[in-house]
Every structure is written in C-alpha cells, then in structure tokens.
C-alpha cells in the first residue's frame, strides 16, 4: 500500500525558515517524481514544486522560486521543502504527492503550517 | 492555464446523478484529472487523461471533454460521494486545479 506522512509543519514567524519531511512507503520511492501541493484556508490546491525521480530536476511555482528548495533522499525514500523566508501568504496545508506523470496519484494527508507573529 | 469549476456547491440525494463542469482557458487536449478530497483522508485520484478511471474508482463515475471543456459526472450517487471534488490541468506547468466543487447531501 502506498503510504506518504508529511511531517515538520506548525507555527512559525515570518522570515523564518521551516523544512517539511514526506516519508514514503509502498512503491520504489526512486522511480517516480514528486511534489508538494497546497491548499490554503478555505482555498483551493495550489502545486508548489516538483522534482524528478532522480533530483535532477527542479520545478517550482513562482511565488516561491528562491524561497523554497524541494529535495529528496532517495535511499531514505524521503521527500523535503526547505522553506526560507516565510511569508504569511505561505500558510497553508501543505501536501506531498506522487507524480504520475504531470498528475498525483497518491497524496499525503498533508502537514500544516502557518505563518505569523 | 486558468481552470473554472461550476458549480461551486451542488446538492443533491443519493440515487441521483450529478454533474460538475470544469473549463479550461485555452485548449488542453485530454489532459484533466479529477480528485476527490473528504475530511480527515488523503485526496484520492478518481480521472486522469479527461476520462481513464483510476485502479480503484467506482464505474459509477464517468469523465467526458477535451479541449477546454470538461464534465465529471457521478451516477446514482452514494452517501461516500458527498466530498469535495477539484479538476486539474496537466497540459502545460504550472498544473493548475479548479477552485473545487462541494457535493452536499440535500
């Protein structure tokens, strides 16, 4: 069974940095690109970035593009977003997600995070 | 690519059949994937390529369109189909979703 368990989100100022986790099970973790995807409050899903199956590669929407690295450990089946410079516009439930190969197949039952004083 | 869904909420009994819209602001060939989100569970993949049902969705739900519209309908509708269901474009990056559709029990 495909199992991916976001971790890391919560509270924390602006400016600040916060770095979300996405532990994957059930699947060659190496053999498929993933992402992150967010849905703030009462808003609809948003995808965030994305990175090859390999790390190769590295796509991210623009309003985090210099703020947010998506990485991956692929012997630790692990996938991360190092978030820098929050802003509170950044709050929101943040999912992980397989990527198969331009839609998710499987997502995460998300982590959150908010960002504020 | 912009993605607008309609209706915004539906409502409706179990038995019906329902339909959402999902229309895309320029051309998208086939590639639309539907998701459905409830509470408390990972959002689940029902459609992708406008109208491939995913290992798993019931026959009950069906994709139609290509290009910039797109329909999902759910017929006989049952009690574990009241969620919120969102459409996505693959065609070009960024992918984009719609702003989603709640399905209610009347």
């Known amino acids: 069974e495909v199992q991916l368990v976001e971790s890391g989100g919560g509270l924390v100022q602006p400016g600040r940095s916060m770095k979300l986790s996405c532990a994957a099970s059930g699947f060659t973790f190496n053999n498929y690109d993933m992402a992150w995807v967010c849905q703030a409050p009462k808003k609809g899903l948003e995808w965030v970035a994305t990175i090859s199956y390999d790390g190769s590669s590295t796509y991210y929407r623009d309003s985090v593009k210099g703020r947010f690295t998506i990485s991956r450990d692929n012997a630790k089946s692990t996938l991360y977003l190092q978030m820098d410079s929050l802003r509170s516009e950044d709050t929101a439930t943040y999912y992980c997600?397989?990527?198969?190969?331009?839609?998710?197949?499987?997502w995460g039952q998300g982590v959150m995070v908010t960002v504020s004083s | 690519v912009q993605m607008t869904q309609s209706p915004s909420y539906l409502a409706a009994s179990p038995g019906e059949s329902v339909s959402i819209s999902c229309k895309a602001s320029?051309?998208?060939?086939?590639?639309l994937a539907w998701y459905q989100e409830k509470p408390g569970k990972a959002n689940k993949l029902l459609i992708h390529s406008g109208s491939t049902l995913q290992s798993g969705t019931p026959s009950r739900f069906s994709g139609s369109g290509s290009g910039t519209d797109f329909t999902l309908t759910i017929r006989s509708l049952e009690s574990e189909d009241f969620a919120v269901y969102y459409c996505?474009?693959?065609?070009?990056?960024?992918?984009?979703f719609g702003a989603g559709t709640k399905l209610e029990l009347k």
């Open positions: 996505q474009q693959y065609n070009e990056y960024p992918p984009t």
């Open positions: 997600a397989r990527q198969l190969p331009y839609y998710f197949d499987y």
């Open positions: 320029k051309s998208i060939s086939n590639n």
